[in-house]
């Protein structure tokens, strides 16, 4: 059994959190230049007033939320079931990145990753899931990271994030596949945002935030459950996951320079 694709987006409607920056802009605004509908929502009112302004009348509903908080979540898909009727595609691109390692952990900064990176989509999920169910159909992108895969330098707090993430996806897979709701687990690797700005080594194979979005739409489109990119860097990192512990982090040590 296969799961469904999005023929094209014109009219179809689409929640975007993390519409403000990065990699959840650049898919905001490429998705309304096919002609969809797009929620846009993000904690930045300012930041979603401005793509909006760049839209269609009527193309666009700026939704002004924080994803920790299920009230607000809540209140935002209300609006859209208000004003649309419900949504074709869920696509939650919302995260938080802060470098920590273990001379620096911090588990304040650890419980707001994992509240945002991982509670946040789980919120958001089991909003829309009902109503998908039983119009048996629709589509949830949720996006996660390379650093899900394995063990990386920096990434104590947001590596489990998005592990648990690739997990979650997974098992949504399982679960919806039968009932006609496709699930798409997006993991990039390294893209140029706000939030890779903060690193302070070299990125391989860095991608735009504009490449990054054509990655995950036209994934979409196709229907792929495992969509991830730049594939000369994630297929590589798929590799190392199934490589023996002493030789997989003899290579990060050897390869990673931090």
């Given amino acids: 059994m296969k799961q469904q694709g999005i023929d094209r987006f014109s009219g179809k409607r689409v929640w975007v959190i993390g519409a403000s920056s990065g990699i959840g802009e650049a898919c905001a605004q490429t998705l309304l230049s096919k002609g969809a509908k797009v929620a846009l929502s993000s904690r930045r009112a300012e930041r979603l007033n401005q793509i909006a302004l760049n839209a269609k009348d009527g193309q666009t509903l700026v939704i002004p939320l924080d994803v920790t908080d299920y009230a607000q979540l809540q209140e935002g898909y209300n609006t859209i079931l208000s004003a649309w009727g ?30 945002a990176n991982l509670l946040g989509p789980m919120r958001a999920v089991a909003l829309v899931v009902p ?25 104590l707090a947001y590596g489990p994030s998005k592990a648990a993430i690739i997990n979650f996806c997974e098992n949504l897979y399982y679960d919806l596949l039968p009932t006609g709701v496709s699930v798409h687990m997006i993991s990039p690797g390294f893209v140029a945002t706000e939030a890779t700005a903060q690193n302070d080594f070299e990125m391989p194979a860095l991608i735009s935030a504009k490449q990054a979005a054509d990655e995950i739409l036209m994934g979409i489109q196709k229907g792929e459950f495992d969509i991830h990119f730049p594939k000369r860097f994630s297929r590589f990192l798929k590799f190392l996951r199934i490589l023996p512990y002493p030789i997989y982090f003899w290579i990060v040590r050897r390869f990673v320079k931090i």
Avoid: C, W
């Fill in 86 to 115: 419900g949504i074709d595609l869920l696509l939650f691109v919302s995260g938080m990145y802060v470098p920590l390692r273990a001379d620096n952990f911090d588990i304040k900064v650890a419980e707001k990753t994992i509240d």
């Fill in 131 to 155: 109503e998908m169910l039983n119009a048996q159909s629709g589509h949830i992108a949720i996006v996660g990271s390379v650093a899900g895969y394995s063990g990386l330098p920096k990434a």
